[in-house]
């Protein structure tokens, strides 16, 4: 398209717009909408403060702001998601080791796609479990944390105009990442199924309408994200439902993008199913894990994918281009841990074993609590993570404003502030459409030391008590 430069427009705006393609009026409005102030009038220094485009809608976080409250009101903090208990002894071991041991190598650089030890031990942990014969090198990449993987998936296999499918609720960042990319979230919801009066609803009561997910592949989809067990409801996926969203990649042609961090952390017997496993799947999957969850380690930052060269090779690519390479002596720390834990695999000692038993009783621990003054829980099937209907508190909340915000939002914020507990607002794992939905549910993270778990009982106790004292 032509675009019309007007002489007065500077050097600088008038090569942009000409670039853009985009009318004088409507890049004005932009930029004026984006700075607060009327860009027409400011200098070509200002419109050099003006973001990229694809930044545009992007600044708010549900991290960012909800560690930040959490911590101004000095809460008991069932939030952000992250153990206050330790990582396993072997594992901090392995990292002090890798530190403050005798090869001094383990401080500089190592191989940009993964440290040959950890790439090593992946390949034959996860060949194992895959059933596949994993060529280190090639079938594994290490990433800063999940993050960076599913950066790397994005960035690396979405183009302009690309549709990629996420299932709702789904952990927040796919949304902007797919966006970053130039391409299209399509959502497709988890449905609550009615369960009795009187009984629990399970995270297993959530499920894809078969009818609904086939109609959302198009002939521009080229992902489909999928995220077991899911973050933020605790959905185990049946071999049933993978098999469904398998089928209808395969008859796609569609890739899929498994974000399974949680794969170590499910409850009452059920087994974590890996998509890439599936008949048809290897080839078009990228497997993605993490240390932060698989040894209670969030800060240490080493992720991984798992995937056929053939589109690990892209992956790379975008690594190579942007991260180029992860902390050594975390990498190495972490090959160690898995070494550990391949000797000790299905056996009691293993630490795969024992956390998930651990975390099991920590999650009913919080069920009780909850249960008992009355916020409905959704008992997860895994993660560290449940979801519980505060309806019945609602009407604590002083009369709250019109606004724009999600109910579960502000409901959450006035918790934080005045009971000093911290949970999340669910609409946050929401796209825009179906955020009021599903905005009366807050997300509580109970990956934490029973003396906290205790504390936030108590809160709910004597909220509970002075509410029925009203
Ligand atoms: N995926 C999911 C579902 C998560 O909950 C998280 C947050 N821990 C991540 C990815 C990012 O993981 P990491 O901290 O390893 O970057
Ligand atoms: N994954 C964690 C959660 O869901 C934390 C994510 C983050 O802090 N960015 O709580």
């Not at 969030?298 to 390479?325: A, C, E, F, M």
Request: net charge neutral; glycine share 6%; with cysteine.
């Amino acid at each position: 398209m032509k675009v019309h430069v007007p002489q007065t427009a500077n050097r600088c705006c008038r090569g942009m717009l000409r670039r853009s393609g985009l009318s004088l009026g409507q890049e004005l409005l932009r930029k004026s909408n984006l700075t607060g102030v009327c860009w027409f009038h400011t200098k070509a220094k200002m419109s050099r403060m003006v973001p990229a485009r694809r930044l545009e809608g992007m600044d708010k976080n549900i991290w960012v702001e909800f560690v930040k409250l959490a911590a101004t009101y000095g809460t008991v903090n069932l939030g952000q998601g992250f153990p206050n208990y330790p990582p396993p002894d072997f594992a901090k071991e392995a990292f002090v080791e890798a530190v403050g041991g005798e090869d001094t190598s383990l401080h500089q650089y190592t191989r940009a796609f993964g440290h040959p030890p950890l790439v090593k031990i992946l390949a034959r942990f996860f060949g194992k479990l895959l059933g596949q014969d994993l060529d280190p090198m090639t079938n594994v990449l290490i990433t800063v944390g999940a993050y960076e993987a599913l950066y790397c998936c994005f960035q690396a296999m979405v183009d302009d105009g690309d549709e990629v499918i996420i299932i709702e609720p789904f952990f927040d960042c796919y949304e902007p990442m797919v966006k970053m990319a130039g391409g299209t979230p399509v959502f497709i919801p988890l449905r609550p199924k009615a369960v009795k009066s009187g009984k629990l609803m399970s995270s297993r009561d959530w499920q894809l309408d078969p009818a609904e997910l086939e109609a959302k592949f198009s002939q521009r989809t080229k992902a489909l994200v999928l995220n077991t067990p899911n973050n933020p409801l605790g959905k185990v996926f049946s071999r049933e439902e993978l098999e469904l969203i398998a089928e209808l990649c395969v008859k796609h042609d569609v890739l899929c993008f498994s974000d399974e961090v949680y794969e170590w952390l499910v409850y009452d017997g059920r087994e974590h199913i890996r998509i890439a496993s599936l008949p048809g799947m290897w080839e078009r999957t990228v497997t993605i894990g993490s240390s932060g969850k698989t040894f209670s380690a969030t800060g240490w930052k080493v992720g991984w994918t798992i995937g056929p060269d053939g589109l690990l090779k892209h992956l790379r690519t975008v690594h190579q281009n942007s991260v180029y390479h992860c902390a050594t002596a975390a990498q190495e720390a972490v090959a160690r841990a898995l070494e550990r834990e391949l000797g000790h695999f299905g056996a009691p000692e293993s630490y795969f074993v024992q956390l998930p038993r651990e975390l099991q009783r920590k999650r009913d621990l919080l069920i009780r609590s909850l249960v008992a003054v009355g916020m409905e829980p959704v008992v997860p099937e895994g993660t560290y993570f449940l979801i519980a209907d505060f309806s019945a508190f609602k009407t604590e909340l002083p009369e709250l404003p019109e606004s724009e915000e999600p109910c579960d939002s502000q409901f959450a914020k006035w918790m934080i502030k005045h009971k000093h507990l911290a949970a999340i607002p669910v609409s946050a794992f929401y796209s825009a459409p179906q955020k009021k939905n599903f905005d009366h549910f807050i997300r509580f993270c109970f990956a934490k030391e029973d003396s906290t778990l205790k504390a936030a009982d108590d809160i709910l106790q004597q909220w509970s008590r002075e509410k029925a004292g009203q």
